[in-house]
């Protein structure tokens, strides 16, 4: 949790003191993405069966607390799993470099790039479709800012060479982050009728 502050205050820096540390996924799952993951679960869990999901007709759908409790449940599970999947992603695009980081060390660079979109979920406690879309956006940015400076200090490579490789890093990210984001969609927004 240390380096939260640091990856938005001063993330070259932040990127640097997070390769020398060497962390096992273990302990980085443990202390920093089993945490900042459940922040959006939790809001999103107390949004949907206090407030409910407002889609800007007027149209209200509060969830249960079973219902909420169970998507909440299915949420974090995906959320866990596309920091797992990227971190495959970049060990896998890193394959030609000769120096190629390990898988765990990939995805512990994949769970600190992640931490904007975990804090943005805050704003599911009033869970607005345009406003958590429109902050959900900015850290999406961020974190592709937080991918372009930390991919060259991370593999040793260039500014030019580590442009390229974050680029695509971030264009499967993306693809990735969709996938979720459908699949949260239809779990909070619609997933009150398959409980």
């Known amino acids: 949790m240390n ?13 640097q003191a997070i390769k020398r540390e060497n962390e096992t996924v ?18 999103a869990f107390i949004g949907t ?3 409910g999901w407002n889609f800007g007709d007027g149209a209200v759908v509060k969830l249960s607390l079973w219902t909420g409790l169970g998507l909440a449940v299915l949420f974090y599970a995906l959320m866990l799993g596309g920091v797992a999947v990227m971190g495959y992603v970049i060990h896998w ?12 060390r990939c995805m512990v660079f994949a769970g600190y790039v992640a931490t904007p979109l975990f804090l ?6 009033y869970p607005l ?21 930390g ?12 442009i390229s490789f974050s680029s695509s890093t971030l264009a499967i990210g993306v693809l990735v982050l ?3 984001l459908a699949l949260t969609v239809i779990l909070w927004g619609y997933g009150y009728r398959l409980f």
């Open 129 to 149: 479709v345009w406003f958590c879309a429109l902050v959900g956006t900015l850290a999406l940015f961020y974190t592709g800012y937080l991918l372009y400076v």
């Open 120 to 125: 943005s979920g805050v704003v599911a406690l």
């Open 151 to 162: 991919i060259p200090t991370f593999l040793d490579i260039s500014r030019d060479e580590g």
């Open 93 to 104: 695009m890193a394959r030609n470099y000769p120096q190629r980081p390990s898988l765990g």
């Open 3 to 15: 380096h939260v502050w640091g990856l938005f205050s001063h993330p070259n820096r932040e990127m």
């Open 49 to 51: 069966t206090q407030i």
């Open 26 to 43: 273990t302990h980085h799952y443990s202390h920093h993405v089993l945490l900042l993951a459940a922040i959006p679960v939790i809001c």
């Open 178 to 180: 969709e996938v979720l």
